[in-house]
T-cell receptor, first 113, second 108 residues
Framework: SQTIHQWPATLVQPVGSPLSLECTVEGTSNPNLYWYRQAAGRGLQLLFY??????ISSEVPQNLSASRPQDRQFILSSKKLLLSDSGFYLC????????????FGNGTRLTVT | GIQVEQSPPDLILQEGANSTLRCNFSDSVNNLQWFHQNPWGQLINLFY???GTKQNGRLSATTVATERYSLLYISSSQTTDSGVYFC??????????FGRGTSLIVHP
């Protein structure tokens, strides 16, 4: 069966420090991968999605970047964190079909101080 | 892009009560899911329901794709049902779009 791993679960980082959040999927090949952010106030905002290795689409311009160095690995990065980067970051995957359901990891709660 | 509206935004119930959550969307969809976000932030997949009706225990969902809405029914609510319920749709862009959610609090 397929599983998704996301780490770390929580992270406290100072303003100006770098960021690297990692997400890996097991049990499937060539998944669509997504990074979402949930700020206080509930809504989920799509940040990046990827349909294949090295293929990244950005939905919202910001202080973050994403990379997909391997088929089932998705990394969210920042060179210098801002206070506004605080939030709950969720990785998700789906089979590459618009008819397939979305599956989420457990999320990373990031606090920038 | 496709717009997703959920109602009500907030709901407070006594344990044992029933409720209906609604999701309206602005265009035809290929995929619709209901999620429950528990107090620890985990998003639990409740239903994958682009059309028709499904039931899972005390929960059921109905999507009327031609009228662009979906309903999530919670019967005999329990305190563990508390959390935020999200509707997510996939339209022609093939990108999942979420509503802002319904926050549910069930009191004992």
């Amino acid at each position: 069966s397929q599983t998704i791993h996301q780490w770390p679960a929580t992270l406290v980082q100072p303003v100006g420090s770098p960021l690297s959040l990692e997400c890996t999927v097991e049990g499937t090949s060539n998944p669509n991968l997504y990074w979402y952010r949930q700020a206080a106030g509930r809504g989920l905002q799509l940040l990046f999605y990827s349909v294949g290795i090295g293929q990244i689409s950005s939905e919202v311009p910001q202080n973050l970047s994403a990379s997909r160095p391997q088929d089932r690995q998705f990394i969210l990065s920042s060179k210098k964190l801002l206070l506004s980067d605080s939030g709950f970051y969720l990785c998700a995957w789906s089979v590459p079909s618009p008819l397939s359901p979305l599956h989420f990891g457990n999320g990373t709660r990031l606090t920038v101080t | 892009g496709i717009q997703v509206e959920q109602s009500p935004p907030d709901l407070i119930l006594q344990e044992g009560a029933n409720s209906t959550l609604r999701c309206n969307f602005s265009d035809s969809v290929n995929n619709l899911q209901w999620f429950h976000q528990n107090p620890w932030g985990q998003l639990i997949n409740l239903f994958y329901i682009p059309s028709g009706t499904k039931q899972n225990g005390r929960l059921s969902a109905t999507t009327v794709a031609t009228e662009r809405y979906s309903l999530l029914y919670i019967s005999s609510s329990q305190t563990t049902d508390s959390g935020v319920y999200f509707c997510a749709v996939v339209g022609g862009s093939y990108i999942p779009t979420f509503g802002r959610g319904t926050s549910l609090i069930v009191h004992p």
